[in-house]
């Protein structure tokens, strides 16, 4: 099957599901290689007159590095059958196997940005701005802040570094036909 590309104003998602509910894998490339880690947390709006999407991912992350050396990442979604892969990739480091052609998928490129053959949809994303969050950012929340960070990071989020909030224009959505 192919893709077409539609423009951001057709995308007739649910944001909030495919973040929430969905995931994506966050994908990047760094000199030759790629890599790929599930997301969930984020979100589209408009900003700076683009269309955009923000992720948050933490700098102990190997895609981290990935991200940092890339000016265009993708997000893709699949169907619900690839949910044990999208599980798998969250939890598992691309520094420790090779965990793409472990979960069977396809790299193809939508000119210099990795996406997967086996997507329901591909965002191409072009980094704008990159922003750390702090704790002294955070407005008197201590119990909010103390399960989400600080700690060993848990496979359901809590504790580890504090995100940095990656701010990306969307260039391009491919839909699969």
């Known amino acids: 099957m192919?893709?077409?590309?539609?423009?951001?104003?057709?995308?007739?998602?649910?944001t909030f599901k495919l973040f929430a509910k969905d995931w994506f894998l966050m994908t990047a490339e760094k000199e030759g290689k790629v890599n790929t880690m599930t997301v969930g947390w984020g979100g589209f709006g408009v900003l700076w007159k683009k269309n955009v999407v923000f992720v948050a991912v933490r700098p102990e992350r190997?895609?981290?590095e990935f991200l940092e050396a890339s000016d265009t990442f993708s997000l893709t979604v699949f169907d619900n059958s690839y949910r044990k892969q999208l599980g798998y990739c969250g939890v598992i480091s691309?520094?420790?196997?090779?965990?793409?052609?472990?979960?069977?998928?396809?790299?193809?490129h939508d000119e210099e940005t990795p996406y997967f053959e086996e997507a329901r949809m591909s965002f191409t994303c072009r980094k704008l701005c990159t922003t750390p969050l702090r704790q002294e950012d955070f407005r008197g929340n201590d119990t909010f802040t103390g399960k989400w960070y600080g700690g060993k990071n848990s496979a359901s989020g809590e504790g580890g570094g504090y995100h940095l909030i990656y701010i990306a224009e969307?260039?391009?959505?491919?839909v699969k036909d």
């Open 2 to 14: 192919a893709f077409h590309e539609i423009k951001p104003i057709e995308l007739n998602e649910n």
């Open 94 to 108: 691309g520094r420790d196997e090779d965990k793409i052609a472990k979960c069977g998928f396809t790299v193809v």
């Open 170 to 174: 969307i260039e391009k959505i491919l």
């Open 62 to 64: 190997y895609t981290y």
